[in-house]
């Protein structure tokens, strides 16, 4: 068999809990079972989020896709979009065919449009940014379990829940929860979590697409270093349909940007979860790579007292031992010790993220010359970085709206 199918596909209310499933199967790897679960009362009982849930799975594993349930063409043709975007980043991955068994009747199921404006919200540095940019257009927050958090990790799942609830009802939005095991299948096939998250966004913004019109993805990198990454701007806007708008935002500013931007809303210093490490009952570590790169960002930026839910002292040891394997990373301490040395009041932070970065540049000799050549040239990137962020901004703007 050279196709990966997705059969059965189920939707069911039980005890207002809305499930949608299905089963993928390919020969080689047998048959998993596939879910999305929501007490959300407005989700598809189409086949239409399991196309982005298993397409790069599929691709990577050299097989095509089919449906064997109701998927609209609009759907399948924006996999046909991504697929091509994907097979020309990764030589090697096969451009997948996509079905459905039935296009024309997805397209009768299609709902009219609703009126819902949601925005992936993890509590993170990303999801505030772009919370507090469109705060007044956004209708729900929605979290999902079984992204970052595993779904079979019970008390980190209720634990970060919990406080997102609360941080949604402070912020006055309600906050869609929805339950996946989408990863876990990816994972069985050796597809990283990288390449496969924009996908599994788009997944889950087609599960709720009854309720939403649109739906804003924050970005994890500014413009100037974007690369080839599961959520891109140039790949999750492909996902959008007729009645469905993926807007990837927020690319105008760096992670220490935003930072920046944040440290005027005390909600959002409050209640900031960036950790991905799973320390039972820690909401954040303190200890992880982003959990200390965010608080030497905060108190660059003057912010970290007020940020509470990182509740240990910042350990500058274990901070200057962190490594900066990405462009963007690496930029983010430049920017940092920049602002840090025109204020001059904390040279032991500027000492302890200047480490990374000398040891990156292999710079132990000569270290201070070089490292200055660094900053000029970081300086000069930045220019160049607004720069291609103006235009680019201007360019979106003066072209001709998408037609909904
Ligand atoms: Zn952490």
Request: net charge positive; with cysteine.
């Amino acid at each position: 068999m050279t196709t990966l199918q997705i059969e059965n596909v189920r939707a069911t209310l039980e005890a207002g809990v809305s499930e949608l499933s299905a089963v993928a199967r390919w020969s080689r790897y047998g048959k998993r079972d596939v879910f999305f679960r929501t007490t959300h009362p407005l989700v598809t009982s189409s086949g239409a989020p399991f196309v982005p849930a298993i397409l790069l799975s599929a691709m990577h594993r050299k097989l095509d896709l089919e449906v064997d349930a109701p998927v609209s063409d609009d759907v399948i043709q924006a996999a046909r979009r991504v697929a091509g975007v994907f097979s020309a980043w990764h030589r090697g991955w096969h451009l997948s065919k996509v079905a459905a068994a039935s296009a024309a009747a997805g397209e009768m199921q299609t709902p009219p449009p609703a009126n819902g404006v949601a925005m992936f919200f993890s509590g993170g540095v990303d999801s505030f940014y772009s919370l507090q940019k469109h705060r007044s257009e956004i209708t729900h927050l929605v979290f999902v379990s079984g992204f970052d958090i595993p779904v079979r990790h019970l008390a980190m799942r209720q634990l970060v829940t919990t406080e997102l609830r609360r941080t949604a009802e402070r912020i006055g939005l309600p906050l869609v929860e929805v339950e996946t095991n989408l990863r876990e299948l990816s994972d069985s096939v050796a597809l990283s979590w990288e390449e496969q998250h924009g996908a599994a966004i788009a997944a889950v913004a087609y599960f709720l697409a009854p309720a939403f019109r649109k739906v804003f993805v924050p970005s994890t990198y500014a413009l100037p270093f974007v690369v080839p990454y599961g959520s891109h701007p140039g790949v999750d806007p492909l996902w959008s349909t007729k009645h469905l708008d993926l807007v990837h935002d927020g690319i105008e500013a760096t992670r220490f940007d935003k930072i920046g931007a944040l440290i005027s809303w005390d909600l959002a210093l409050q209640s900031l979860r960036v950790c991905y490490a799973l320390v039972e009952g820690r909401y954040n570590c303190c200890r992880c790579k982003k959990c200390l790169w965010t608080m030497a960002f905060l108190r660059a930026h003057g912010a970290l007292a007020q940020a509470r839910t990182f509740d240990k002292p910042l350990d500058l040891r274990a901070l200057s031992e962190t490594t900066l394997e990405k462009p963007e990373e690496r930029y983010r301490f430049i920017q940092a010790i920049a602002m840090l040395e025109r204020r001059g009041d904390d040279p032991e932070l500027v000492d302890a993220m200047s480490k990374p970065l000398h040891r990156r540049y292999a710079l132990r000799r000569n270290a201070t010359r070089s490292l200055t050549r660094l900053r000029q040239s970081a300086r000069a990137s930045l220019r160049r970085a607004a720069r291609e962020c103006r235009e680019f901004v201007r360019s979106q703007f003066s072209s001709t709206p998408r037609e909904n």
